[in-house]
């Protein structure tokens, strides 16, 4: 990788287990009778069960601490790997973890990500508001705000748009470095990148980085959730304001990464390519992914390889970005069946 990190300027909070290994999966490439495949484990970060949202924390976190914050305000859906990763990260610095659940209609399961929320000894809110970016959420947020502050804490909201959003996408800078880093300690000249996209910031971190670093392999984020034009436009969106930020002069357009968006508008049931993924990697190499970013992320990946896309001496690498509690939140859809 050439010079030094672009993102060494900015105040970073030490939460997980960095740099995640990059591992061979041969079982998995020999499966699939296909190119040599990697998986980078931020699954592995560490805080919590860890994930993607590690990375993500440590330079949010990072800036509210900076700021002498002493309580986190965020708002996110009732499984959200970030706000657990979010709560553990500020129970290890001291703050004080205010979530907020959006879509929330009527009480639900205490399982998975929800259930961690209470372990973890969040102050836990709902609001029925279901769209996510619904402007109305920030006001929301907002009053979370007020009341910890009349409660004498001094909150930081992280309302996922704004600027904590281009902070997250600079954790993924930092991440693309470190796995640059780590090709060229492996001598490993991959062809192609995938990784599950979700609201855009880490596939976002991802692209800025290797492209700012002049790193011409491909990458695609594969869609969870949104249409592949919302996709593209958000992506665009925290890379080039992440670029300003950071003082980066690469831009970034839909040339340098490709989005895939199959599996986006399946949720349940898991669609039969997403369970398959989820299987393979299990019986394979043991490694667990879930039904709703990682294993659509990897069948992104499972169907560019079945096409024919690579070469059996071509590399390709997976980012594992976590998720593992949602896992258990969905077990039950995978129609395994009891028996004595
Ligand atoms: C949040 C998340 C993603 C997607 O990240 P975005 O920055 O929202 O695109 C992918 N995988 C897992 C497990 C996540 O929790």
Redesign the pocket.
Known sequence: MSSTSLTARLPRAELGNFPTPLEAAPNLSKALGGPNIYIKRDDLSGLSVG???TRIFEFVLGQAKAEGATAVVAMAGEQS??LRELAAGANKLGMKPILLLHAVTTPTAMVGNRFLFELLGAEVHTTPIPERLDPAIKDVLQRLCDDAARRGYKPFMIYHPERTGTI?TASYVAGAEELLCQFEAMQLKPKHVFI????????AGLVLGCRAHGASFGITGVS?GSSRDDVLRHVLDYANKCAAMLGVDRRISDTDFGIDASYHATTSPIAAPVKEAIELFARTEGILLEPT??GKGAAGMIAAIRRGDFQQHDSVVFVH???LPGLFARSGEFGYQPYL
Request: aromatic letters at 4%; hydrophobic letters at 15%; zero cysteines.
């Open positions: 994930g993607s949202k790997n970030k997250g599950a996209t979700g609201a855009g910031p880490t596939t969870v970013y990682t970005t976590g998720g």
